[in-house]
């Protein structure tokens, strides 16, 4: 019998080397059965409509590096910096992600796996899950008509947790405190080229595992009227108070934002108006709904083939701390970004962006004393195949 095992598991082997072997033979066939991706503009990549016709029965690998020098007037008392999510660590050099990623479509199926290390992973994900940025799997229901269910990258606000879908290599307060990821259904419908229709149903608000009895809602509306241009609108509701206290608080989220580029610019925006019942913070028990906003610009030119320039502007109002619970930042935190970018090769990046914000309340601890501003240098590098 052990010798039986030891024959059988020696068969096994063979059979899946001539497999793999004939795998390899077919790809040289068929290349596009499996390849990697090298593509220069994946800015913006996860936040536009995706053409389902344009689908092919593909598996896409890909690996990605993204790495940072930062340094800000803080002295922040743990691993990481105020409002950490990329270049999270002051004085360092730091990994802000290892990714390594696998995506299939077909005509009727299609599953995005990724696997990331790093800073944004163990700053921002839970640690119970914080190696699956993404783990999902979908299938055409009728005709254009899609379910999708699984672990998902947040299809809310502009900026991505990945930096090289980024135009800055930092992220907006707007962002920071909006969900990174959900864990649900989705049910998507692409009525044409030009509008995408969604409605989801999620576990919480950025949390993997459900963190009560309720459910978050939510729909979706892409609108692209012209090639150069992309419009979406995001909304979503749900209750994220615990079981255990008896007084609700519905939360309600609004997200816009646009994305155009043409030639050598790109501009975008968003927009946000989040409300909260019961959440004053100075009269919590009475009927009292607390509202916040944010807002971001983003300007880009790119000034050469190798090199380009960036601009931004960020507002951030949550006084109340719906979102930015233990913040202290008060009314606002008004910021400015700018930076440059060196593009050598198609699938590499380098980038140099200095920011500045101010706050209405002093919230940073830097030299012993507590300031309402805080300046940032980043430097990053970032590489893909």
């Known amino acids: 019998m052990k010798h039986f095992c030891k024959y059988t598991i020696i068969i096994c082997l063979i059979f899946l080397n001539e497999v793999i ?13 499996i390849f990697q991706r090298t593509d220069t503009n994946v800015t913006f990549q996860n936040k536009r409509m995706q053409n389902d016709s344009l689908l092919n029965n593909n598996l896409e690998i890909g690996a990605y590096v993204s790495t940072y020098y930062a340094f800000y007037t803080e002295d922040n008392n743990s691993s990481y ?14 990994l802000n992600m290892l990714l390594l990623s696998f995506n299939y479509t077909s005509n009727r199926l299609r599953s995005n796996i990724a696997i990331h290390f790093g ?37 809310i606000g502009l900026e991505s947790t990945q930096p090289r879908e980024n135009v800055t290599s930092s992220m907006t307060l707007a962002n920071v405190y909006e969900p990174y990821f959900f864990s649900g259904v989705k049910l998507t419908y692409l009525i044409n080229k030009k509008l995408s229709l969604q409605i989801n149903t999620f576990n919480s608000f950025n949390s993997i595992i459900e963190n009560n009895r309720n459910k978050l809602f939510g729909t979706s509306i892409i ?17 994220e108070t615990p079981d255990s206290i008896a007084l609700k608080k519905q939360r309600y989220y609004n997200n816009l934002y646009f994305i155009y580029q ?5 501009f975008a925006g968003e927009f946000n108006l989040g409300s909260q019942e019961h959440s004053k913070l100075l009269n919590s028990n009475k009927n009292t709904t607390a509202y916040m906003n944010s807002a971001l610009l983003l300007f ?18 949550d006084e109340d701390e719906i979102l930015s619970f233990g913040s202290n930042m008060g009314k606002y935190t008004i910021g400015a970004t700018i930076g440059v970018e060196f593009k ?8 140099l962006e200095t920011r500045h914000l101010n706050s209405e309340k002093p919230n940073f601890y830097y030299n012993g004393l507590y300031s ?14």
Not at 128 to 144: D, P, R, S, T
Not at 223 to 239: A, H, M, Q, R, V
Not at 300 to 317: A, D, I, M, P, V
Not at 375 to 383: A, G, I, K, P, S
């Open 21 to 33: 072997i004939a795998q390899r033979d077919s790809l040289i066939v068929d290349k596009r059965l």
């Open 81 to 94: 910096v105020k409002h950490a999510t990329m270049a999270a660590r002051n004085k360092q050099i730091g």
């Open 119 to 155: 800073d944004i992973a163990e700053s921002t994900w839970p640690s119970k899950f914080n190696m699956i940025q993404e783990a999902n799997a979908g299938f055409e229901v009728l005709k254009h008509l899609w379910v999708d269910v699984g672990v998902f990258k947040s299809h």
């Open 223 to 239: 609108f692209s009227p012209i090639k150069e241009l992309s419009i979406t609108y995001n909304f979503i509701t749900g209750d």
């Open 262 to 266: 043409k030639s050598k610019f790109s």
């Open 300 to 317: 880009k030119h790119q000034t050469s083939k190798f090199f380009g320039f960036y601009l931004r502007g960020e507002w951030f109002s």
């Open 344 to 351: 050598p090769l198609r699938n590499m990046a380098i980038s």
């Open 372 to 385: 309402n501003q805080r300046n940032e240098l980043l430097f990053c590098v970032d590489v893909w195949y």
